[in-house]
């Protein structure tokens, strides 16, 4: 896969960091712009994609994207563009634990969706990935649109396929057909999408600014 590698470095200042904080350090890693194209291009999505720990593998992330947007292209769905960020940020804000995510995501201000690849969760139970779509981030909006992925969950582009779904049908419903990527567990060979779900995630989605209508 090709990567266009953007080199610019920016520092991001959190809203009045307490004295001694850590600033958040953002680099670009990489603007993706080659990703499966679906053979009717009638919804465009660019994703911004934050690693926050050092653990992950970028060439395993980049595979997994691409996987994710093979998925989603049944739906008519073109992942146009994905910007690859580095974060370096405290401690406490490289874990899934929503009162620091929310401070982070606050700061970082991208825009949406958002998938953060994080150094674990601190959230109990503790959900291998978290999918924020409007409705269950009224009380959190920082959240809105985002996705938080731990290390170790299995099947990664199955994953992000699911959670994207989530977010853009800001729905967390799961179904039980056999073979249907929203599926409660994700596994291998799961990436079925009926034509019902097609409509709900492309409708919902371009209403919530998410999709952009149209042949890129
Ligand atoms: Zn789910």
Redesign the pocket.
Known sequence: MRLLCALIFALIMPPAPPAGAQALAVEALAVITDLPRPAESRHLLELRVVLLDGSWNRGEITNALGEASRILGHCGIHNTRIDLLRVTAPQAQRHFDPPHSRQLARALDLPRPTLFFTAGTRQIPAYD?V?YGRSNSRRSPELESTVWIAPGARDLGIVIA??L??VLMDS???VTTPGNL?A?E?APGNTGLTAAQCGRITTTGTRHGLLRPGVD
């Open positions: 990935a999918a699911h959670e779904v989530h967390g419903e799961h929203m409660e994700t």
